[in-house]
């Protein structure tokens, strides 16, 4: 089941990418521009990440295999990657501290969110 909520999250993800396309395409207004509105999601799921990873470490948040827990897993794993390459590649601004340590901490959410969904138990322990 897990492998199926990492799927379903990767295609909402490519639903809503495809709805904001569609919005920015069909709007004159620069507030509803692509860059906007992937900035606006990128602050939600930064602030979103930190109150799931401290749910799940104090058990709150029991099973590891939820939709929504892999969902930020995989919101964290593709803004961080979409920012860091959009950093690589001189379209954003100069990288301060800040930035950094934002693409830093979605890179590292996701990654630890993943380690813990899909880590093998170790037998006898």
Known sequence: ?????LLWSFIVIGVI??????????STS????????VFVIWVMISAISPI???LRLFR??????????IFIGTANLVLGIAAAIYV????????DYLFALTIG????????????????A????
């Open 1 to 5: 089941m897990k492998w199926v909520n």
């Open 17 to 26: 990418a495809f709805l904001l396309e569609l919005l920015a395409a069909h």
């Open 30 to 37: 620069k507030l509803t521009s692509v860059a906007a509105n």
């Open 52 to 54: 799931v990873l401290a």
């Open 60 to 69: 709150v948040i029991k099973t590891n295999g939820s939709f929504w827990y």
């Open 88 to 95: 690589l590649f001189g379209k954003a601004m100069p990288l």
């Open 105 to 120: 901490f979605n890179i590292f959410t996701a990654t630890y969110i993943f380690i813990d969904v899909f880590k093998k």
């Open 122 to 125: 170790i037998p006898g322990k």
